[in-house]
């Protein structure tokens, strides 16, 4: 019913954009994700609503990452950057996240990451996501083999504390691993 419902030619955009993000939801929630991605592509722009536009682009970013495309994923939450305050922070936050994790360590500028972090940090209207944006520090840091710094910034997340239960315990499970890592080290 909902692919006759796309079809029709009366749908207006909103409607349209509805439509294919149910459509989505259901083949994300079948863990068909290939069969998705062309329904968010249409629900992302035909949708009028900057705070769904900003919720459906970020969606298909996730699931251009959970397939492994992580250029097309950035192309995906460069557009819920641009949105900027016409979507709910959150995304924002989130798809600057999502695009530290996507980084490639080996061939991007690890310099460009910090700073851009580091803005975040500094920017007022981001200090709800403070643990958020530590974390995704103390990753970086991790990554590159600080693993001091990573250890201070994980601790930072964890002051930060701001309700999410999930960034919490993997703060936790990062500075566990940390010491045991270094306590292995010690012993051998």
Aim: glycine share 4%.
């Amino acid at each position: 019913d909902l692919e006759k419902a796309l079809e029709y030619d009366d749908l207006k955009p909103d409607q349209q954009a509805q439509v294919a993000a149910i459509m989505a939801q259901a083949y994300i929630n079948l863990d068909t994700l290939e069969a998705a991605l062309p329904l968010l592509k249409i629900a992302s722009t035909q949708i009028k609503d900057n705070e769904l536009k900003g919720r459906y682009s970020y969606i298909k970013g996730q699931v251009y990452t959970r397939l492994g495309h992580k250029d097309s994923a950035n192309m995906a939450f460069e557009e819920v950057i641009a949105l900027n305050r016409k979507t709910p922070r959150i995304y924002m936050i989130n798809a600057y996240i999502e695009k530290a994790n996507n980084f490639d360590y080996e061939e991007g500028d690890n310099t460009q990451l910090l700073e851009a972090l580091n803005t975040l940090l500094d920017n007022r209207e981001n200090r709800p996501y403070q643990d958020k944006i530590l974390h995704q520090k103390g990753v970086y840091f991790l990554t590159i083999g600080k693993e001091d710094s990573a250890m201070l910034n994980f601790n930072k997340s964890l002051r930060k504390f701001n309700g999410d239960r999930i960034l919490l315990a993997q703060n936790y499970r990062r500075i566990a691993k940390l010491y045991c890592d270094d306590c292995l080290h010690l012993q051998g």
